[in-house]
């Protein structure tokens, strides 16, 4: 149980009510029924927070159950990516993994069931007729011709769809609840239909599948769920849930509903997301821009910052905008601790230091992270010449430009001071090499001039440096709520969501990282070595900037 100083949200205040009563012999079981037709995203990662999470802190379980009900869209690739999210998160369902495909004997024959208590019947007619009959929110339906339909008749036919008896379209099993309930759920839904198709399990072994709203409550039932949490849009399906389940007589499973992940800037449909992929508009389902878990797992997001993040926005009873800045600020508080610090020049410039000595090379000591003592230091080369980036350079210095411009001193981080002396450009008008001269008694760690300068660069040693592609990934759309829009969402793409720099430069030390090994550019933000870097020049992707330069931005 929970402190008294410790804010509960209201799903918790529920379960500790439970708890204290008794109820469910005093246990907590939940449940993440994913349904493997796509890669898992943000707002799945709430959930699987929440559900984990609540049997962690209570000593309940929680399932993995794969709602494997529609064999047109279901694949295996999609269970295994599940899993494989669900564990990079840091969560563990142990020997309790489940299908919905486990239970279909079980799902048929209490649809059976139904049929021999009157509750449900065989109806022939056309699914767009039988979507016309059911009404509208403010209008009654009308019922079925064949609503009373014997039901030794009906059984024959369930029994013959079963078989392969029949085509597609041509009957369903509906419930036989109420036509002119306010709850349009509850109007004689439809609870089996024919698919002759193959399913990822089950194989060709049946032809007939149950609808999500018929499996998804048993399911929970027969692995006895205390406390079945849904998003929001579930709420109008549970009086359909809880009638199936009182009218079977079975565990009584019992829906609660929270609000979904709603984040700026950000998709969270898997239909759309599908739209994305399939149209090209992102490079697959793990894109470092797409906000599936396989794509912010690549772009170097932490499993402990998301769940972070998913203890941040809590647990509501509306639905709201999350705001995508304090995703990003989650990420930076995390690795800020254990992301060791490396230089790097993303738009590199030569700066030509003319009074250091050519030919010589000296190693300076760099801390590697100076948020950890233990990560200790390491040794980076500087010669003569050295990288500098070019937006770190301007010609005629405006009031508040602190770094390096004609007749200015900046210090070289972990080097010297410097003081620019002259510049030279290209035809086209580009600065090509930068010149100073440096002051040998500025050396970091051993200055004792107490010459003091506004500015500190990055640089990369010409010389040892190597080359790396990086890519600076952003916001994949442009406007905030996309919910509100009434046109094409795709209308609201960010075509500068992605910026290749393929001629930047590392410190040697980068050529030894692995992919999925996570650092700090200095003064740049943090990055990963991406999955598919192979060969001497990494690819590098952007997680985040150092600080939110969005808001800035689009003020």
């Not at 208590?117 to 011709?145: F, V």
């Not at 597609?168 to 002119?180: C, F, Q, S, Y």
């Not at 090209?280 to 396989?294: C, E, F, Y």
């Not at 390096?404 to 086209?428: H, Q, S, W």
């Amino acid at each position: 149980m929970s402190t008294e100083k410790e804010k509960l949200n209201f799903i918790e205040q529920m379960i500790e009510k439970d708890l204290a009563e008794g109820k469910n012999d005093g246990r907590l079981h939940t449940r993440f029924p994913p349904e493997p037709n796509g890669y898992l995203h943000i707002g799945h990662a709430k959930s699987i927070c929440l559900n984990f999470g609540l049997a962690e802190k209570y000593n309940g379980l929680c399932n993995l159950r794969f709602d494997d009900t529609n064999p047109e869209k279901e694949e295996t690739e999609y269970v295994e990516s599940i899993k494989e999210d669900i564990k990079w998160l840091g969560f563990d369902w142990g020997d309790r993994e489940y299908y919905a495909s486990d239970y279909f004997d079980q799902l048929y024959d209490y649809a059976v069931k139904l049929i021999k208590d009157g509750k449900a019947y065989i109806d022939d007619q056309p699914a767009e007729l039988i979507s016309e009959q059911r009404g509208t929110p403010n209008e009654p339906g009308k019922e079925s011709p064949y609503r009373n339909r014997p039901v030794e008749e009906s059984l024959e036919i369930f029994e013959d769809m079963k078989a392969g008896k029949y085509d597609e379209g041509t009957h369903v099993l509906r419930a036989k609840i109420d036509m002119t309930s306010p709850v349009m759920q509850m109007r004689d839904p439809v609870i089996y239909r024919i698919k002759k198709m193959a399913h990822h399990r089950t194989g060709d072994k049946w032809c007939i599948y149950p609808t999500y709203d018929f499996a998804h409550g048993q399911s929970d039932s027969i692995e006895g769920i205390t406390h079945s949490l849904c998003t929001l849009e579930f709420a109008a399906h549970r009086p359909l849930y809880n009638w199936f389940i009182e009218n079977l007589g079975i565990f009584p499973s019992e829906q609660t509903e929270f609000a979904r992940l709603n984040l700026g800037y950000t998709i969270v449909s898997k239909r759309k997301l599908r739209e994305l992929v399939e149209g090209g508009h992102v490079d697959g389902w793990d894109d470092p821009r797409m906000p599936t878990i396989s794509g912010i797992r690549r772009r170097g997001y932490t499993p402990e910052s998301i769940r972070s993040f998913a203890d941040k926005i809590g647990v509501a009873k509306r639905n709201g905008i999350s705001d995508v800045a304090l995703l990003e600020f989650s990420v930076r508080e995390d690795l800020n601790k254990k992301a060791n610090r490396v230089l790097g020049v993303l738009d590199p410039v030569k700066l030509i230091i003319t009074n250091y000595p050519e030919g010589q090379t000296e190693e300076l000591d760099a801390v590697n992270n100076p948020e950890d003592e233990s990560a200790g230091k390491r040794k980076i080369p500087f010669s003569r010449e050295v990288y500098i980036e070019r937006g770190d350079f301007m010609e005629d210095p405006q009031k508040k430009f602190f770094r390096m411009g004609p007749d200015r001193e900046v210090r070289l981080k972990y080097a010297y001071i410097v003081k620019c002396t002259g510049f030279k450009k290209n035809d086209a008008g580009e600065i090509e090499e930068i010149y100073a001269e440096y002051d040998p008694a500025t050396k970091s760690g051993q200055d004792n001039t107490g010459k003091k300068v506004k500015g500190t660069l990055g640089w990369v040693d010409a010389n040892a440096g190597i080359e790396t592609e990086v890519r600076l990934y952003d916001r994949l759309f442009m406007t905030e709520d996309l919910n509100k829009i009434e046109d094409d969402f795709k209308n609201h793409l960010n075509p500068d969501s992605l910026q290749v720099m393929k001629n930047a430069v590392a410190e040697p030390s980068v050529k030894d990282m692995k992919p999925g090994e996570q650092f700090q550019f200095e003064r740049m933000g943090y990055f990963i070595i991406d999955k598919g870097s192979t060969g001497d020049k990494p690819i590098i992707n952007r997680t985040v900037t150092l600080r939110d330069n969005w808001a800035k931005q689009n003020k």
